[in-house]
């Protein structure tokens, strides 16, 4: 165990019940639902917390004007964007555990639906848009075996706004869960020797029966190998990466792209990357994002942050309740990142397109009958 976190689990334990119960953390409590879904029936998990539907969303943030005189400016103008408050820096030292490393600290949340859900924060301010270092990783990493029920602990990362982070400066995130995740369930079943398929092994890249673009790869036990922890833990981060730019340079080919999705495209290869990044004992997943929330039905959709691509989501009114177990996680979720099938229409905007089929093979049909 690296020093920083000798005794972390008692420690996460101990902080939290005290900044539960000084009130500088808010626990909400919320029912859980459990949906079927029809990949390898595995059972995905709905989180009904009425009360967040109060918490503001997001923060609010501020253009800095350059203070120099137009003509001392760089021909490239450097806007920066300055978050009013910057929970994280200064971060309230209730909700402080301990660190993880040089670099990092480690944050109770504040707002938790899972007890002990916590932050692995970089002490430096760092953009939450800014690829995951070797030293992120570890920190994560170290965090995960140190757990209780390490086996079922989960990380992420809101790698840009479209994957659901609220805040710009970089944290991961971990769930100390009592249970696997679903994500954790399927990709076990995936890896399982089938019909025709041989079973997957530490390395190997495929994806999971989701309709939008995913890689995952298995982790070697850093026990089995001559390789360093972080050498794992970076081979793996840039053969994801990899995967993700080499698929959605195929998707950006489809001829029926439309034009805003293109430049989704592009905008993912160049600079404005989002993806959901999800890291366990056994596994490292990715997945690119197009949007935050997925189509509306009626008027509701759901904010879908990495979570969702674990399995887990979270519906703050009854309306998304409901929506949620009437199509099934996965298929909201997956519209959230590149979607294989549909991809250019909402629901709504599939009605519409239906409508004005048919009306146009009505015109067709009169048309051709004069012939
Ligand atoms: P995200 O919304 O994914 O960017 O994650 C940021 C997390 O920070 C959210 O889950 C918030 O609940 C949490 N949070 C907000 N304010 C604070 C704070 N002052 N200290 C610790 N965590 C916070």
């Known amino acids: 165990m690296i020093p920083f976190l000798d005794g972390f689990d008692a420690k996460l334990s101990s902080a939290y019940k005290t900044a539960l119960a000084s009130g500088e953390l808010i626990f909400t409590p919320s029912e859980t639902?459990?949906?079927k879904e029809t990949v390898y029936n595995i059972e995905c998990q709905v989180s009904y917390a009425p009360a967040l539907a109060k918490k503001p969303h997001g923060v609010l943030l501020t253009v800095e004007e350059d203070p120099r005189p137009k003509l001392d400016r760089p021909s490239t103008p450097v806007v920066k964007c300055v978050q009013n408050t910057n929970p994280f820096l200064p971060h309230t030292p209730a909700l402080y555990v301990t660190d993880a490393s040089e670099e990092h600290k480690i944050l109770l949340n504040k707002f938790c639906i899972v007890p002990r859900h916590f932050l692995v924060v970089t002490k430096e301010f760092c953009q939450q848009t800014d690829p995951l270092t070797p030293e992120d990783m570890l920190a994560v990493w170290n965090t995960l075996k140190a757990v209780r029920n390490t086996r079922d602990a989960l990380a992420f990362y809101n790698c840009g706004s479209r994957s659901g982070a609220s805040q710009p400066h970089k944290h991961m995130q971990v769930l100390p869960l009592e249970e696997p995740a679903p994500i954790a369930t399927l990709v076990r079943e995936c890896s399982k020797r089938q019909p025709g398929k041989k079973e997957n092994r530490p390395g190997d890249v495929f994806s999971v029966p989701f309709n939008c673009i995913n890689h995952v790869i298995l982790l070697p036990d850093p026990e089995k190998t001559d390789k360093s922890e972080e050498d794992i833990l970076?081979?793996?981060?840039i053969t994801l990466m990899d995967a993700m730019m080499m698929s959605i340079r195929e998707y950006a080919e489809q001829e029926t792209l439309s034009e805003q999705d293109r430049d989704l495209c592009s905008s993912l290869m160049s600079t404005s990357f989002a993806y959901s990044w999800i890291l366990t004992r056994e596994f490292m997943m990715i997945v690119p994002r197009k949007q935050e929330s997925s189509h509306p039905v009626n008027g509701i959709a759901l904010d879908i942050n990495t979570l969702g691509f674990a399995g887990l989501v979270l519906a703050k009114t009854k309306e998304e309740l409901e929506?949620?177990?009437?199509?099934?996680?996965?298929?909201?979720?997956?519209?959230?990142?590149?979607?294989f099938e549909?991809?250019?229409?909402s629901p709504e905007e599939e009605a519409k397109h239906r409508e004005q089929q048919e009306a146009l093979e009505k015109q067709m049909g009169s048309a051709l009958s004069f012939l």
């Open 33 to 35: 639902y459990k949906i």
């Open 234 to 237: 970076v081979e793996a981060y």
């Open 323 to 339: 929506l949620v177990q009437t199509r099934g996680v996965l298929e909201i979720v997956a519209e959230t990142g590149f979607s």
């Open 342 to 345: 549909r991809t250019q229409r």
